[in-house]
């Protein structure tokens, strides 16, 4: 089970950072995974936002780079995303996710930045 946290609402320009816990992954699993934020707005697909890997390789979409860091704590079994700067245009639901055959998504959480 992945639980989202941190979502809210940010004038542009701020900052917001988004935690996700893997409350049921045994750690030495968990640490294996490779993990990523994607969003979705309303009528749209869901969008990779970024993405690590258990060597802790990182990878994000044009429109985030510079802006967003995604990092991992192992030991916790958390991923976070820290977003900067950030625009209207980043408006969206946050899903985290384990990137295996068959994706395990959480709830989701709101991100709402006003210009």
């Known amino acids: 089970q992945l639980v989202e946290s941190g979502g809210g609402l940010v004038q542009a320009g701020g900052s917001l950072r988004l935690s996700c816990h893997a409350q049921r992954a045994i750690f030495s699993v968990f640490s294996a995974y490779t993990m990523a934020w994607y969003r979705q707005t309303p009528g749209n697909q869901r969008d990779l936002v970024a993405q690590i890997d258990n060597d802790y390789r990182t990878n994000y979409a044009d429109s985030v780079q510079g802006r967003f860091t995604i990092s991992r704590d192992n030991s916790r079994k958390r991923v976070y995303l820290q977003m900067n700067n950030m625009m209207p245009e980043d408006t969206a639901v946050y899903y985290c996710?384990?990137?295996?055959?068959?994706?395990?998504w959480g709830q989701g959480t709101q991100v709402t930045v006003s210009s």
């Open positions: 996710g384990i990137m295996e055959t068959h994706p395990v």
